[in-house]
């Protein structure tokens, strides 16, 4: 098998390009699977929509409430040893919304989609506890509805957030891609950003079929990084 550390140890800039999976392990599924919850009512990718936020703020409120916030969650190995890579020298930039990257300490990270513990009100832009939103999406100063800093479906990406994550593929000679299939874009056109000397490696438990050259890595990520 590819020798994930060594070339760790070789690299001068280590980017990790990671997704739902690193996330798996600290107990948070991936919201496409929960969302079958709700199947009958409407595709996670609509219940996650803008167009929900506006039309029906109750339905939209009840299912990020319901199925996107694990705040007990704890980062768990993998995130651990990408912060210690990636704050000696590197970035991860991820899709996941759920902090676990900073709570482990990484410095250096692009929330590529947001972060859904970052919480502010649509009318006066004024931020609130997450806690707060737990509870209500009113803010009770003014009656604004409150929602969570992510990117919804229908809605642009941060500007900052796309030239850092850019910038961060861009500098690296090694790229980890870990937990994601990469299937979504815009987030799967990074890669095509990078250097042609940088070395790709994927960890993942499926083969991916990526068309670009990488090394595969088919085997359980917390293995993986636990031996890092
Ligand atoms: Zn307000």
Do not use: W
């Amino acid at each position: 098998m590819f020798d994930l550390k060594a070339a760790v140890a070789k690299a001068d800039y280590v980017t990790f390009l990671t997704g739902a999976g690193v996330s798996t392990p600290s107990g948070i599924p991936d919201y496409r699977s929960k969302g079958g919850l709700y199947a009958h009512e409407a595709s996670p990718e609509y219940l996650l929509s803008h167009d929900n936020l506006i039309a029906h703020p109750a339905n939209f409120h009840q299912f990020v409430t319901e199925s996107l916030y694990y705040p007990d969650a704890k980062p768990n190995v993998i995130h651990e040893k990408m912060a210690a890579i990636s704050n000696a020298k590197g970035a991860i930039v991820t899709q996941n919304i759920d902090n676990l990257h900073q709570a482990a300490g990484a410095k250096n990270v692009v929330p590529f989609h947001g972060s859904l513990y970052r919480v502010y009100c649509r009318k006066c832009h004024q931020t609130v506890p997450y806690q707060t939103y737990l509870k209500t999406d009113r803010h009770d100063v003014d009656g604004g509805q409150l929602r969570p800093d992510v990117v919804l479906y229908g809605e642009g990406l941060d500007e900052a957030n796309i030239n850092a994550a850019v910038t961060a593929v861009r500098r690296a000679d090694l790229i980890v891609i870990c937990g994601t299939s990469l299937k979504v874009a815009p987030f799967s056109l990074l890669i095509n950003e990078r250097r042609p000397e940088a070395q790709v490696v994927v960890v993942n438990t499926e083969r991916l079929a990526l068309p670009f050259q990488y090394e595969m890595i088919q085997a359980d990520a917390e293995t993986v990084f636990a031996d890092l």
